[in-house]
């Protein structure tokens, strides 16, 4: 028998950021504009609704282009990762990160997507970032696509779904993956490919009130990224043949509401809908269950001759997901109350604490979907997002308390064990946001995830000085004896 005592040797612990949320310098070393630069900051108070909250419209869009500073769009100016990266790798290493998960931002490398030549000055910035990396022994695990598609694919093409979109994301993937072909083993294509249906502009690039049906826009976006996919996973092979390459999920695990079977249904309506992506790019095919659905919602998917076959043939070495939350579902959902979650709200579950954001915490959820992916793939596994958002005190003597979150990570590892010793294949984990960095959702600086507090406020103000949570020994600990020490 494997892994009943717990992790294995080379389980790869680790932490993640996204590149919109953290690097800054959104014009800086010919960078083009991205989806994420496109998002103001404003004072939220509904924090349930979060579809509302990433939002964009032709109006904001306009106006966004026409402000040509960072001030209001946190993620412009992130936590200035582009200059203090150096500072923070070297954090990193203290921490004891076998692995760190980031993502290139797309606009830095091809500023308008469909350049033919890329940005020389942005290629040399992730050379640095790699080799500092490498140069602290940990291994860099790349996103190719985290919500930072450059804008104008979305103005001039329609976002993903415009066809031609596909070469443009192909000639970025290969441009990179050939220059770091010695620096990077683990590729992701798209983060939390579900957020293209979820939140289509966020995910897909995709501006509602552009298209006529934002629905079959967005499947058909979703088709494109599948393709895309697949041809950046042959390509990798043929670049080189160590390359592992996964895909992304926002795994959003659903409970029923009540044991009322049209509940239970419902539930697993909302499972499929959301495995529909890991189907695609794990077995290489789309799974039945679409037909009916898309005909019920008059949704009618393109393909291209030759698009089932490079499905069927590119599949991924490894599936990877991101997990905060559980859901609820049932037929009758207004009947609920409802709460904030990860992307988009969910009925309230009684048995279940919820963050100051709303969303709910269920350790046990993530085995359920540790072992539930395990079951029907039999692909290893990499939770690559986890984590706590919440608000921090700094006390008068610098030192920050963050006990909840320790608490938060300790029952989410325990967890994990369990479903190792279940069986479950798993390679690795990087917490979310291994430092603070702006929140995807609500832009906010406020809601924290690191194990490293930044020095700054959701307004940029502040010294944007790093230190060391209690939380950052605790994880230390926990990767210094592989998991086996989470007191
Ligand atoms: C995931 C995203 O959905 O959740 C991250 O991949 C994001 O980019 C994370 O930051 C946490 O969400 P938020 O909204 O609290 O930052």
Known sequence: ???????????????????????????????????????????????????????????????????????????????????????????????????????INWPRIFPNGDDLT?????????????????????????????????????????????????????????TVMNRYKDKVKYWLTFNEINTTIIEPFTGGGIVEDRVENPMQASYQALHHQFVAS??????????????????????????????KPEDVLQTQIDNQLNLLHTDVQVRGSYPPYMARYWAEHGVSVHMEPGDLDLLKQHTVDFIS?????????????????????????????PNLPRTEWGWQLDPIGLRVALKEMYDRYQLPLFVVE????????????????????????RQHIQQMKEAVMDGVDLMGYTSWGVIDIISASTSEMSKRYGFIYVDQDDHGKGTLDR????????????????GEDLD
């Not at 290629?123 to 985290?146: A, C, G, Q």
């Not at 949570?469 to 990767?479: A, P």
């Open 118 to 174: 890329p940005n020389e000055e942005g290629l040399r910035f992730y050379d640095e970032v790699f080799d500092e990396l490498r140069k602290n022994n940990i291994e860099p695990l790349v996103t190719l696509s985290h919500y930072e598609m450059p804008m104008n694919l979305v103005l001039n093409y329609g976002g993903w779904a415009g066809r031609e979109v596909i070469d443009h994301f192909v000639r970025y993937a290969d």
């Open 386 to 409: 986890n984590g706590l958002g919440a608000r921090d005190t700094v006390e008068p003597d610098g030192s920050i308390q963050d006990d909840y979150r320790i608490d938060y990570f």
């Open 230 to 259: 697949s041809r950046v996973t042959k390509l990798a092979r043929e670049i080189n043949s160590e390359f592992k390459i996964g895909c992304m999920l926002a795994r959003m695990i659903h409970y029923p509401a009540t044991s």
């Open 321 to 349: 997901f991101s997990y905060y939350t559980s859901l609820v579902s049932a037929v009758n959902p207004e009947e609920y109350g409802v709460t904030g979650g990860n992307l988009y709200s969910t009925i309230r579950n």
């Open 467 to 482: 230190y060391k949570k209690k939380s950052f020994g605790w994880y230390q600990k926990v990767i210094a004896s592989n």
């Open 1 to 103: 028998m494997q892994n009943v005592q717990g992790f294995s040797k080379d389980f790869l612990w680790g932490g993640a950021i996204a590149a919109n949320q953290a690097e800054g310098a959104y014009d800086a070393g010919g960078k083009g504009l991205s989806t994420a630069d496109m998002v103001p900051y404003f004072d939220k108070k509904d924090y349930v609704n979060l579809k509302e909250l990433m939002h964009v419209t032709s109006d904001s869009i306009q106006k966004a282009m026409a402000h040509r500073s960072a001030e209001g769009y946190p993620k412009r100016y992130g936590i200035d990762f582009y200059h203090r990266f150096k500072e923070d790798i070297a954090l990193f290493a203290e921490l004891g990160l076998k692995v760190f998960r980031l993502s």
